[in-house]
């Protein structure tokens, strides 16, 4: 059974710092991964997804990775601002759709 | 990307009434759509996957005679709470995967609907 990991569980940097947010998975055997972004009371906004064949994604200040072999893909945030604070969701697909959860990492950046 | 919306965006109801949440694919079409449950400070739970023209699939320990999941067309699929009850309070969010040309099988979410049960 796949289950996906998120660590840490909570950070609070000051504004400015680059930061690493880690996910890990148990099964190797994904179709593709997703890092997704939470507001509180709001829905999910989708912030980069590798495909299972891909090593990284970027997007602005945001460099997702991915490493099947380990089983772990981590989130980088560089110069991290106030307006980054949130939770951040680690999401994989393994295939029929279905999509599989982390608990979650809640970001608190400090002006 | 493609959109997915939600309505109603909250909904506050009495215990004992049944209460019904849309999700629709505004921009593409969904033969397939997802139900999560999310509880405060916790991740999403995936409840049930919702088909376009038969049964929904639910997933184990989700009771599918109390939530009651309707895939009527390609754009749409409605859960219906039953017989609300406090502990079906929750935060319920819909998905539905979209292949564009850069990304296959990107799930893209709805803004989730608040549900409060008194």
């Known amino acids: 059974k796949q289950e996906v990991t998120q660590i840490p569980a909570a950070l609070s940097v000051p504004e400015g710092e680059n930061l690493v947010l880690n996910c890990s998975f148990t099964d190797s055997a994904i179709y593709n991964l997703q890092w997704f972004r939470q507001d509180p009371g709001k829905g999910l906004t989708s912030l980069l997804l590798?495909?299972?064949?891909?090593r990284e994604q970027t997007s602005g200040r945001l460099n997702a990775s991915l490493d099947k072999s380990s089983g772990r893909s981590t989130l980088y945030i560089a110069a991290s601002q106030p307006g980054d604070s949130a939770t951040y969701l680690c999401?994989?697909?393994?295939?029929?759709?279905?999509?599989?959860f982390g608990a979650g990492t809640r970001l608190f950046v400090k002006a | 990307g493609a959109v997915v919306s939600q309505h109603p965006s909250w909904v506050i109801c009495k215990s004992g009434t049944s209460v019904k949440i849309e999700c629709r694919s505004l921009?593409?079409?969904?033969?397939?759509m997802f139900w999560y449950r999310q509880f405060p400070k916790q991740s999403l739970m995936l409840m049930a996957t919702?088909?376009?023209?038969?049964?929904?699939?639910?997933e184990q320990g989700v009771e599918k005679d109390k939530f009651l999941i309707n895939h009527a067309s390609l754009t749409l699929s409605t859960l219906t709470v039953t017989s609300a009850h406090p502990e079906d309070s929750s935060f319920y969010i819909c998905?539905?995967?979209?292949?564009?040309?850069?990304?296959?099988?990107?799930?893209?979410f709805g803004p989730g609907t608040r549900l409060t049960v008194l």
């Open positions: 999401a994989l697909n393994t295939g029929g759709f279905k999509t599989i």
């Open positions: 921009d593409f079409q969904a033969t397939t």
């Open positions: 590798i495909q299972s064949s891909q």
């Open positions: 919702s088909n376009e023209g038969s049964k929904a699939t639910y």
């Open positions: 998905s539905a995967p979209f292949a564009s040309a850069s990304s296959y099988n990107e799930q893209f």
